[in-house]
């Protein structure tokens, strides 16, 4: 297992560790402090273990406060982490990101989705963050002055994957109040574990409103993806190795990059580098100078 | 490729959205977040 993949399963525990949530029985989920700060991934707030909020639904949830206006605390909190890293949370700190990483190891063909395709649909994350996470949670009421978290309620398969399945299977209260949206919800979760073996990330790429979020500070944010056009070659090596389908030596700084650092490492000429702002990494510089000398 | 943005860009920006989150803070948000976290969130779930 790389490095990464154990960030993000270590992560994944840390933030998921209140055992007791787990126990059989009427479920009791973690009430300490710890849950007024968000987690910077996508993380249901719902799951038995989980130890702190999810931010996109703690930001529906303020919106949800028509009286609040702006959700600030949760805006500020993320677009912080999108100045600092980007999309860097999406690659190291997501736990849904890497059950859809793993889901993609099994070995089948893999879907290639043609360009005509692929580009459209990426658009979607932003729609469903400007709609189902800004727009009708912020304005819509119901008869009764009850605002909805669209996203959480109608798409989020974080949500049934952590919280779901889980409470459901634990309480039986819940079991017998089982209605349509659970099913649909079941349903979205099932097509995105699906698709998921055979595209790589498909909710990261066309869903998740976080990702979407984050992307928008890829270009400004303070760790950025270099790349030294002095040294590349042009050998397409980088490219070919983005998962997310990124050309790292034209546009090292797309929305669409996770900051994995797939392509930093099959570029054969260490043309490519992570670091802050215009300055290059200088340890990885020195370490690839070393090796082409050698 | 498009001329980048400078660093000095971003540096303003941090203590700018550290601003709203503190902002955020002081309008209370973060008793909507614990309030909400605390308790099994029905739609979430697919329940609700």
Partial sequence: MDKRKLVQAGWGILTNAYVKGFLPGAPVLYQGPLKQFCVPGLNCYSCPGALGS???????????ARERGIAAYVIGYLATIGLFVGRFICGWLCVFGLIQELLYKIPTPKLEI?????????????????????????????????????FCKYVCPVGTLEGGIPLVLLDSTLRSVLGWLFR???????????????VYRPFCKFLCPLGAFYGLFQKI???????????????????????MKVDPCHNPNSNECIRCRECVKACPVHALSMGI?????KREQEIAEKEIIV | MKKEVPLRVTVALIPLAMA?????????????????????????????
Avoid: T
């Avoid at chain 1, 800004?134 to 009764?144: C, T």
């Avoid at chain 1, 995105?192 to 055979?198: A, P, Q, V």
């Avoid at chain 2, 977040?33 to 979430?44: S, Y």
């Fill in chain 1, 221 to 243: 944010s303070l760790i950025r993806m270099r790349v030294d056009k002095g040294k590349c070659v042009g050998c397409g090596h980088c490219a070919a190795a983005c998962k």
């Fill in chain 1, 114 to 150: 043609p360009q005509k395709i692929d580009q459209p649909l990426r658009y979607l994350k932003y729609a469903i963050l400007l709609v189902l996470v800004f727009a009708l949670p912020f304005f819509y009421r119901s008869q009764f002055g009850a605002g909805e978290p669209f």
């Fill in chain 1, 54 to 64: 999810c931010p996109i639904g703690s930001m529906q949830a303020v919106f949800d």
């Fill in chain 2, 20 to 48: 709203l989150c503190a902002l955020g803070v002081y309008r209370g948000e973060v008793a909507i977040v614990l309030n909400k976290a605390i308790n099994i969130c029905l739609e979430c779930i697919g329940l609700g």
């Fill in chain 1, 184 to 198: 649909w919800k079941f349903f979205l979760l099932v097509l995105c574990i699906l698709s998921s073996i055979f």
């Fill in chain 1, 277 to 281: 702002g215009n300055k290059e990494m």
